[in-house]
């Protein structure tokens, strides 16, 4: 069994009568259906409907939240959940005290730890938020590990895979895995982002690829063209697997054995994971 810290992660609170339901109002996913105990990742969208903020939601009751979010993009965030507050009795706050760990195996029975399941794959083990003195007194495992079975499962995290401001959440697969539910009603984007799910406008597509050498803002080639940008990538089985932002048009040549890509000028691979539908056609339209 290894721990993995997710040092880069930190710890946000929100409590006061309500708190749940504010996070439902503005962000992604639908945050009433999580019961307490369990976990959800969601987003912060601008009124574009690009991602400002990706985070991950631990209730602890209707009026207390937990929220883990990159550390590079945790004092912006608050300064925007205090905005959109309003005048509602909420309180805000960093807590300096808490880390994210988490275990990709069975976790053991710890009464001082409580592990919350990754909701998102089965394959992703458990999360789970912890005291300083608690992470002195824990091992860990490079992290590097952790991180590649991530970005092998196609499950993005943070600014390096989900730009701020550019990224979209179809593009980035976000909504197979609730992280934006369509039946909420309004919150910041959702009127672009329904349009692009209705109307199946997703031309680019975050995906995993593997290759002998992989590094953030490397160029993906096919056919002599850039057809999207590495953003994150971590060693994996003898080379590299990275997350990549594809072109939906070339990746299916790329599929069906019509083309090829490389990396840096070796041979690159797409890896769909198991798990994941069929990737949809840049001219098809949802019938819904």
């Known amino acids: 069994m290894a721990f993995y810290h997710k040092a880069h992660r930190t710890v946000l609170r929100i409590t006061g009568e309500g708190a749940l339901q504010f996070l439902h109002d503005i962000l992604t996913a639908d945050c009433l259906s999580v019961p307490a105990g369990g976990m959800r990742q969601s987003c912060l969208l601008s009124p574009q409907g690009r991602i400002l903020a990706e985070m991950v939601l631990y209730p602890k009751g209707p009026d207390d939240v937990y929220l883990d979010i990159d550390e590079s993009q945790a004092e912006d965030t608050l300064k925007k959940l205090r905005l959109y507050r309003l005048r509602r009795p909420l309180t805000l706050s960093r807590e300096e005290d808490l880390h994210v760990i988490a ?48 970005l092998s499962l196609a499950l993005p995290e943070g600014p390096l895979e989900l730009t701020p401001n550019r990224a979209l959440m179809l593009e980035a697969g976000l909504d197979l895995i609730k992280a934006v539910d369509f039946k909420k009603g309004c919150y910041i984007g959702q009127e672009v982002t329904a349009r692009t799910h209705y109307r199946g406008l997703v031309k680019k597509r975050l995906l995993p690829i593997t290759a002998p050498h992989l590094a953030a803002e490397m160029p993906v080639i096919c056919a002599g063209k850039t057809i999207g940008t590495v953003h994150h990538a971590a060693p994996y089985n003898g080379q590299m697997i990275g997350l990549a932002t594809l072109k939906l048009a070339a990746v299916h040549e790329i599929l069906d054995g019509t083309a ?22 840049p001219d098809d339209k949802t019938a819904d």
């Open 103 to 150: 275990c990709l195996d069975e976790v053991p029975a710890m009464a001082d730890i409580a592990f919350v399941k990754d909701a998102r794959h089965e394959a992703m083990g458990y999360l789970a938020l912890i005291s300083q003195s608690q992470l002195a007194a824990l091992s860990f495992a490079p992290y590097e590990a952790y991180l590649a079975r991530r």
């Open 260 to 281: 090829s890509c490389e990396a840096e000028g070796a041979p690159a691979e797409i890896a769909l994971p198991d798990w994941m539908p069929p990737l949809p056609k």
